[in-house]
């Protein structure tokens, strides 16, 4: 596809559910990064990659929080034991490649809901 | 530590109006970029421009124009004439040199026709 995209769209799980969020990016882009973004508030950083390798992972807010992309591309966020407090939209980006002079280009977002 | 605030949560205003939103930044980095995003509701985040911390020039796109001053740490943004397709969430970012966005609350702003 021409942009990010991400799946599923929504999500709804029960307190204590484990949950995958996938993130397809942009053919080509080296970087991946993920941000939650609260309600009524930006989105706030959690991790990114370089190809394969997670360079910065000081974002997740817990170890319940695990990101990979092991092939360099598509990359799933897993959320462990889900809370309330974790319902929020997952956004994905992408860019060619890391530094300020690359644009991040957003996917759609997961919306998360844990009841 | 470095912080963006958009102290306007909510703004209304009646199409063809202009419109400026505000947003101040803190960042004891002396290198660093500026954004302006904009999200309506289907959710993504749509870039609109991005302005370097060596670079004071103004910018005016279209209807859209951009005031950066370093000296009171602000990068506004007014839209001329606005229009009911310009109701949307706008964000302000910072970024580092560390790559990761540092993003402001967001204003949401309503045009009504």
């Known amino acids: 596809g021409a942009g990010v995209s991400q799946s599923p769209r929504y999500k709804v799980a029960k307190r204590g559910q484990d949950v995958a969020l996938r993130c397809d990016p942009i053919?080509?882009?080296?970087?991946l990064f993920w941000y939650q973004q609260a309600l009524g508030q930006g989105p706030e950083f959690l991790t990114y990659?370089?190809?394969?390798?997670?360079?910065?992972k000081s974002g997740l807010p817990s170890d319940r929080f695990f990101a990979e992309r092991p092939e360099g591309s598509v990359s799933t966020l897993k959320i462990q034991r889900t809370q309330q407090e974790d319902s929020a939209v997952y956004l994905c980006a992408s860019s060619l490649l890391l530094g300020n002079v690359y644009e991040q280009y957003f996917g759609p977002g997961t919306r998360l809901t844990v009841t | 530590a470095q912080k963006v605030t958009q102290a306007q949560t909510e703004i209304s205003v009646v199409e063809k109006e202009d419109v400026t939103l505000d947003c101040v930044y803190e960042t004891r980095d002396t290198t660093y970029y500026l954004f302006w995003y904009k999200q309506p509701p289907s959710g993504e985040l749509v870039f609109l421009i991005r302005?370097?911390?060596?670079?004071?020039q103004n910018e005016i796109s279209g209807r859209y124009s951009w005031n950066f001053q370093k000296s009171t740490s602000s990068f506004n943004f007014t839209i001329t004439a606005s229009q009911v397709v310009d109701s949307a969430v706008y964000f302000c970012?910072?970024?580092?040199?560390?790559?990761?966005?540092?993003f402001g609350t967001g204003t949401s702003l309503t045009v009504i026709p």
């Open positions: 302005r370097n911390s060596f670079d004071e």
């Open positions: 970012a910072l970024r580092l040199t560390g790559n990761q966005f540092y």
């Open positions: 990659f370089q190809n394969e390798a997670q360079l910065d």
């Open positions: 053919s080509g882009h080296v970087s």
